[in-house]
């Protein structure tokens, strides 16, 4: 198997409608071996072609690119203890029942939060209530972190895994107020800028709005057409609760070209190997170290590790790989000891979320990638 039979699985995805359109970077070590751009960056209303430099609703990609790696260097800082409560910065927070759980607990998804709940709607009844411009705006963020600080647990803590956007949104906020700036501004000024990124960021709607700004949409990979906002999404968040949050939180709103996604992983392979300063080896390693806390759980703190059967990432990632999924299309995987990672978007989302024809193509994708990584 070679990289010939890796671009004819996309060219064929493409003619099954898995996706429009799809990038995708291949990197071992300081080396990129594969890198492509198959299919259209959007069909409605026209169609456009995809590029290597098409920039892509991360999606969850968020909750590891930005959130997850933001929270490692305010370790490095000594300013975040994975074992502290979360009340001890949240003191509200302890309601219910929920005073044990710790910042290593939301990271790990054990933390006993809900996955998901409706923020999105009740936003949009609060501003038809009588509240302008309340959808998107920085109260309206402020609302859905107090929501949390109140929810109440689905199970106690370190108990049970729920795969939960709760928790980011909640480590979101834990990057602002530990971090001393927005989430967005501090993963612009410590990580992003830092290592030359120049496409990824957060795309603040309510400043967008108060300044009537719009976004180069021929950069953009469009996601769904969405009954609410009554359009198709171009270069705005598609996740409904980061949209209604202003598009910058904690479990999505990151937009990204692939080439820079692989940077950020080519970046976080140097931490954990230790040649990079950035974040410290240690801290790289606890963070890629699967969590003992729920037996038989997957998830390291903030990313996913291979599920023993059925991986989206293959049959050839190893247990000590990492990794992660979006809803949009988007999934990273990195294998740290051979320094492999592929960075795969699409926007298969495009024109509807019904699509899920991804699921299938996910592991086949990856496992013709990895055996061409093994001829090459």
């Known amino acids: 198997m070679g990289w010939r039979e890796v671009e004819q699985a996309f060219a064929d995805a493409i003619e099954r409608e898995v996706f429009p359109g799809a990038t995708v970077v291949v990197r071992r070590g300081r080396d990129v071996l594969f890198e492509g751009a198959f299919g259209s960056r959007m069909l409605v209303p026209q169609p456009a072609p995809m590029q290597l430099d098409t920039v892509f609703d991360l999606s969850s990609l968020t909750k590891v690119l930005a959130t997850t790696f933001a929270l490692m260097i305010i370790a490095r800082d000594g300013k975040l203890r994975l074992d502290d409560r979360v009340t001890r910065l949240f003191p509200d927070f302890g309601v219910h029942g929920k005073g044990h759980v710790t910042f290593r607990n939301l990271l790990a998804h054990c933390s006993g939060l809900a996955g998901w709940r409706p923020f999105c709607h009740r936003i949009v009844e609060i501003e038809r209530g009588g509240k302008v411009n309340f959808v998107a705006s920085y109260g309206a963020k402020e609302w859905v972190y107090d929501q949390i600080h109140r929810e109440k647990p689905e199970a106690a803590p370190a108990t049970k895994t ?68 009554k359009r198709i999404l171009v270069g705005e968040v598609h996740d409904e609760n980061a949209y209604a949050m202003g598009g910058v939180a904690g479990h999505a709103g990151l937009f990204a070209p692939v080439r820079e996604v692989d940077r950020l992983a080519h970046v976080l392979i140097d931490c954990y190997k230790g040649r990079s300063s950035l974040v410290p080896q240690k801290i790289v390693r606890e963070f890629w170290t699967r969590d003992a806390t729920v037996p038989g759980s997957t998830w390291a703190l903030g990313w996913d590790t291979p599920s023993p059967e059925n991986s989206s990432s293959g049959r050839h990632f190893t247990p000590a790989a990492v990794g992660h999924l979006g809803f949009t299309g988007t999934s990273i995987w990195i294998e740290p000891e051979r320094e492999i990672a592929v960075s795969l978007l699409t926007n298969r989302v495009h024109p509807s979320r019904d699509n899920q024809r991804i699921r299938e193509f996910r592991p086949r994708i990856h496992d013709l990638i990895m055996e061409a990584v093994q001829g090459a």
């Open 162 to 229: 729920i795969y939960s956007d709760l928790n980011f949104m909640l480590l979101g906020e834990t990057v602002e107020r530990m971090g001393g700036l927005s989430l967005d501004r501090f993963c612009r000024e410590k990580i992003f800028r830092e290592i030359g990124l120049r496409a990824t960021d957060f795309i603040d709607l309510s400043m967008a709005r108060s300044r009537r700004l719009e976004p180069i949409r021929d950069m953009f990979a469009a996601t769904e057409m969405c009954p609410t906002r």
